[in-house]
């Protein structure tokens, strides 16, 4: 347990474990259209900040989201369409 960083249970289940040195992980703030509040507080940002980042690439509706990851910074999205 020493080893982990942090763990994040996403909605279906799935664990994401990151270790001690890991580099830049991506983090899943929205999955399945629902934003993953959990994980945003956990990288130090708000729903208004990821809310305001998703309207600037041009998606205004969470619910069309099927992922949408922070790395380094940015927001990389996959819709369902």
Known sequence: MKQVK???????GQLIVVQMGDENPKYPVVTDGVIQVD???SIGRSE??????????????????????????????VTYK
């Open 6 to 12: 942090r763990a994040v249970q996403e909605q279906n």
């Open 39 to 41: 994980v945003l507080e």
């Open 48 to 77: 208004e900040w990821l809310l305001d980042n998703l309207s600037k690439q041009g998606h205004d509706n969470v619910a069309n989201i099927f992922i949408a990851e922070y790395d380094k910074g940015a927001v990389t999205v």
